[in-house]
């Protein structure tokens, strides 16, 4: 243990290399570039970094968000930066057939506006998914996205910290994103991991040759802290002169000749004013799952009648806005216990020493990536995989994660609140037992068939976007998760966290009240109350090749009729993979990187 004084002089040195280390904030702009990127996420950040490699290209990144701050950088408390003005606050529209216990029977759909994106709200949770998903795009006609060709991009990023992994041939070390392990874990995840043993399950490494099994969550933090894609990607390159960055700037339109189908610039706000900057190679659109199709959309690309209705003029006819795709959870199974281990929000905040354990030692629980400590990879009885012959075959269906908190703990409100949850349901079921020690399982379907939608609300740049989940419109969706729920609470029967007394917290759901309590339409009407997700939503702007109707972008990520314009984000997904989403985001800017360089060193 350091002293007291060590620890905060190099605070304080951390703390002023951080503000030394923040990018520039460009107000003064070329009239023209080489590529504007729209969008510092995941995908942009990556973009921008590597096309600034060229040193003959500039680069201009536009982005909608200011900075992040110390409190982002804060693991445990993703759930509350949502709150703090780095959120597009996005909501779906009202349905009656999910999310009807949260308010306006809107499920809430938080996304980054910030540098760094939706990699500085989400939970940091780091997997890349399965050979088949990869396997199955490329089978999809997207030549050079099979599992052999995309992993190069995986481990190109990495720069792997957790000792057992630096030499595994699905690890890399020296890229610029840092994965690691929380330094810190409740007595809650070796319960976890002996559970899944017991149910026969190995404790293995998600991204390594078979993805079933059970494992601690790796995160993208760097040491005890959110590494982010803008702190990953951007900072290290702030001084490169071929790099501009704007923050705090909001684009309107990709401008586009009608006549020629060719994007030549775009247009955007900052500090109050419209400007135009054109481009001498390329737009890159990276602004993310539903402003991309957004973008798309108001710049005349996008689908006719849809256009036509809002009073756009078509340049082309695209299916824009379709294949959403997400991972749907249910967030809301409690299972009590009788030991004081668990992380309940009064307890943390209250607790002088995790914070000073944070600050002094970049340690404690404030560590936990979103309070994620472990995953869980597994087929359910609906997924056609269990001899090396099947389809299927190690290619999970469920994922379950676990976490030392729950709706019980949330006694200040921060995760209902994200959740959307109204305080009349929260107190009815949970209200008995607030402030009572428990931990999660959270079942998640991770190949769902339901497919949602972006419209545009107007043609109006800053009316946000209709958004429609659809989820359980195909009912297998509904069956998954009520397997995975019953998956779920048979893990929490195990001797594993019987040493806990684990119960699950059983009052009834209003609205479920008549169903028998465990049964399968019970869980469904559960499900279709407190609907959750992981926020995986991708795929609004299809890749495909041309004999895909439903394709907007092309295996090279181009749009489909349109010259110089490209998507870039986790958007251009056309099957959402087995996997948590920023590290495939990643790979994908990775990935169009060499493929835009190419492109352009063989024109030139
Ligand atoms: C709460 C939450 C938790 C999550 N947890 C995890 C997790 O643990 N692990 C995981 O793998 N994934 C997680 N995800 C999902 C993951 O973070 C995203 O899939 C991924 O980061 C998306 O990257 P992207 O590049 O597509 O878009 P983004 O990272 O969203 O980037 C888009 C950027 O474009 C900017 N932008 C948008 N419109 C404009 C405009 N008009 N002008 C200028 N800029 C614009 C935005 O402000 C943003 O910075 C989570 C998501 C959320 C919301």
């Known amino acids: 243990q350091q002293s007291l004084l060590d620890s905060l002089l190099g605070l304080i040195r951390s703390g002023l290399q951080n503000s030394e280390g923040v990018t520039y904030d460009t107000n003064v702009f070329n009239a023209e570039y080489d590529f504007v990127v729209v969008g510092a996420g995941s995908g942009g950040s990556v973009v921008a970094n590597r096309l600034t490699e060229v040193p003959g290209w500039s680069v201009l990144l536009l982005e909608a968000g200011g900075e992040e701050n110390f409190v982002t950088d804060i693991p445990l408390m993703a759930s509350y930066v949502q709150f703090l003005g780095f959120n597009w606050g996005y909501r779906t529209e009202p349905d009656e057939n999910y999310c009807r216990g949260m308010e306006g029977k809107r499920c809430r759909w938080p996304r980054g506006k910030v540098m760094g994106g939706t990699s500085v709200i989400n939970y940091m949770v780091y997997t890349r998914g399965n050979r088949r998903d990869y396997d199955l795009w490329e089978a999809l006609g997207n030549k050079g996205w099979g599992y052999d060709s995309v992993l190069p991009y995986f481990l190109k990023s990495e720069d792997v910290g957790i000792p057992e992994l630096i030499n595994s041939p699905y690890h890399s070390t020296g890229g610029y994103l840092n994965v690691q392990e929380a330094p810190w874990r409740t007595p809650i995840v070796p319960a976890f991991l002996e559970a899944g043993k017991e149910k026969g399950y190995e404790v293995r490494d998600p991204s390594s040759e078979s993805q079933i099994g059970f494992s601690y969550v790796q995160a993208t933090i760097r040491n005890g802290t959110r590494c982010s894609a803008s702190k990953a990607f951007l900072r290290p390159i702030r001084n490169r002169p071929n790099l501009h960055i704007a923050k705090q700037a909001r684009v309107t339109k990709v401008l586009i000749n009608p006549k020629t189908n060719q994007a030549f610039g775009v247009q955007f706000v900052k500090n109050r004013r419209t400007h135009v900057v054109r481009v001498r190679k390329e737009v890159i659109l990276s602004a993310g799952v539903f402003n991309s199709a957004q973008l798309l959309m108001l710049s005349g690309v996008g689908p006719r009648e849809h256009l036509e209705e809002v009073g756009i003029p078509v340049i082309k006819d695209l299916k824009v806005g379709y294949n959403l795709q997400d991972h749907v959870s249910m967030a809301a199974l409690a299972f009590l216990i009788n030991d004081s281990v668990s992380l309940i929000e009064g307890r943390l905040v209250f607790n002088v020493n995790y914070g000073l354990d944070y600050l002094l030692n970049r340690n404690g629980p404030l560590t936990i990536p979103g309070g994620a ?232």
């Open 373 to 604: 400590e472990g995953i869980a990879f597994i087929q359910t009885k609906y997924s056609n995989g269990s001899r090396p012959e099947d389809p299927d075959y190690e290619w999970p269906d469920l994922e379950i994660v676990c976490a030392p908190g729950t709706l019980t703990g949330d006694t200040a409100g921060s995760l209902r609140r994200g959740l959307g949850i109204t305080e009349k349901l929260y107190q009815q079921v949970f209200g008995p037992v607030a402030g009572k020690d428990a931990f999660a399982l959270v079942p998640i379907i991770l190949r769902p068939r339901s497919r949602g939608r972006v419209k545009l609300r107007s043609k109006d740049p800053f009316h946000s976007p209709l958004l429609f989940a659809n989820y359980f419109d195909d009912k297998h969706d509904l069956h998954v998760l009520v397997e995975g729920v019953k998956h779920a609470i048979a893990l929490s029967q195990t001797k594993a966290f019987q040493k806990f007394d684990s119960k699950l917290h059983n009052i009834p759901f209003p609205g479920c009240e008549h169903m028998d309590f465990g049964s399968d339409a019970y869980w469904e009407c559960a499900a279709r109350l407190v609907t959750t997700t992981l926020q995986h939503q991708v795929g609004t702007c299809k890749m495909g090749p041309d004999s895909d109707p439903d394709a907007v972008v092309d295996p090279e990520l181009r749009v489909r009729g349109i010259e110089g314009l490209r998507v870039v984000d986790a958007s251009i997904m056309p099957v959402i993979p087995t996997s948590h989403t920023m590290g495939p985001a990643y790979m994908i800017g990775e990935k169009a990187s060499d493929m835009i360089k190419l492109a352009w060193r063989k024109s030139t």
